[in-house]
């Protein structure tokens, strides 16, 4: 195989979700998010410089999307995803008192092998969100 | 609705496939990810400082964990899901020679009104990956 160019990390995370509204009052209200983007079949979230949170209304993405640009492909999900928020250890505290505050229950919480801490909470259409403090992984230790 | 605590970014990002030998011939071999972690159900990939790839089997993680540290609650995803690269507009070429030597075609590609180009490729189980060049949203202008 041929080297790779680089990469400069991921810009775009997806989440599917059945009702947008219900959605943006956990991700917005609750999580804090800023939203970029308002449509009727996307709503875009900003999670940090170049870090984007999609979420999609279910089923409206299914099919290619013609735009004056260019085409862009469909894609979607049944079922409920995951993804995680990264958070210094030090707001584990101010998440699980902030996350009660707003009656979004926990659901549960891990301790990992390398010490850090995930919490786990689902948004309002399951989707497994988990905000997670280092150490966890090789490159998020701390 | 309280003050949220600071979050500092997405830590992981999930992709679900079929297959995680031919996911990591992807994702490893042609897309150059380091691979952090490999079990039956999940391998983990390093994109950058505290961000991570994760691609999980199809169907293995339906089911909530037990482990010694808590309860990792079940997830799973039916469906050709999506999520985006971020690479530096000078690497556009560079990526569209380096798939093309892969033998990965290239789906599409789309201009953004912002002036961004996104090229799209499937991954081996039809997820639609995105390597995405600035200008495109707001936090991510160049």
Known sequence: MPTPPPLQGIL???VYVDDLAKAHAFYA???GLERMLETDRLYA???GPGETLLVFARGQTIEDTVTDGGVIP???SEGPGHFAFRIAADQLDPWRAHLAA???TLRSEVTWPAGGT???VD???G???EFAAPPLWANFMG
Chains 1, 2 share one sequence.
Do not use: Q
Request: charged fraction near 15%; aromatic fraction near 8%.
């Open 12 to 14: 775009e995370t997806a």
């Open 29 to 31: 209200g609750v999580v």
């Open 45 to 47: 979230y900003d999670t």
């Open 74 to 76: 469909g894609h979607h």
């Open 102 to 104: 707003c009656g979004v």
């Open 118 to 120: 995930s919490l786990y």
């Open 123 to 125: 948004d309002p259409d």
């Open 127 to 129: 989707n497994v969100v």
